[in-house]
């Protein structure tokens, strides 16, 4: 039943494509890839091994363990791989959406303190840089190691990601206006150039 299914389910099935895996295995694995573009929290990861195991995309298979608990390691099922495959092929694309909180508090920068966009701003490009570095490393470390194509393809992505915020928060703070303005409901006409924003084209939703 694929239709049942959300990108969180196939984000859980296609990691079980590459390696059968307990629940907290596949947490980790979360942690260590797809958490850069697609976080799942552990509760998540859990949850979605819950619902799918009924609906036959997902086998669990109790699995003992010296000095600790049996563990319960679920691999794709035939069911699985086809929801998978299915939604690989025919799902689009869908127009690019990232939720980026500090993003927000840029926006709204009225409402802070004098001084504190711009605190964030330098926070975000230090960050930026070396989050830029540690997908360098772990792009060098991808292309030392056989069949990491798919893998590199990603990791350039956040790499490219990094460098255009980085970029993005040194060009910004040339925009920082030199006095607070104080925008909000209770302002008097004329209307405050921020509900521009509100009111004007669109440019979050793709055009086809």
Do not use: N
């Not at 389910?9 to 296609?14: F, I, P, R």
């Not at 859990?46 to 619902?51: D, M, N, P, S």
Request: no cysteine; charged share 20%; proline share 9%.
């Amino acid at each position: 039943m694929p239709h049942q299914l959300t990108t969180t389910s196939y984000a859980v099935l296609g990691l079980l494509s590459i390696s059968p895996m307990s629940g907290y295995d596949l947490h980790q694995a979360v942690a260590r890839s797809i958490a850069h573009f697609w976080p799942i929290s552990k509760s998540q990861v859990y949850a979605e091994l819950g619902r799918l195991e009924p609906l036959g995309m997902v086998e669990g298979t109790a699995v003992p363990q010296e000095r600790l608990p049996d563990k319960r390691v679920f691999r794709l099922t035939t069911a699985g791989a086809e929801a998978l495959d299915g939604w690989l092929a025919d799902e689009p694309a869908g127009p690019l959406q990232m939720r980026i909180p500090f993003l927000l508090k840029a926006l709204l920068g009225h409402r802070r303190p004098p001084g504190a966009t711009s605190a964030l701003l330098q926070e975000v490009q230090v960050a930026a840089v070396e989050e830029a570095r540690r997908f360098a490393r772990f792009g060098e470390f991808l292309e030392q190691a056989p069949g990491t194509a798919y893998a590199r393809i990603t990791v350039l992505f956040g790499a490219k990601i990094a460098e255009a915020v980085a970029e993005w928060a040194e060009e910004a703070q040339a925009l920082l206006p030199e006095r607070q303005d104080r925008a909000g409901p209770a302002r008097p006409a004329p209307r405050h150039p921020l509900e521009l924003l509100l009111a004007g084209p669109d440019i979050g939703t793709a055009r086809r």
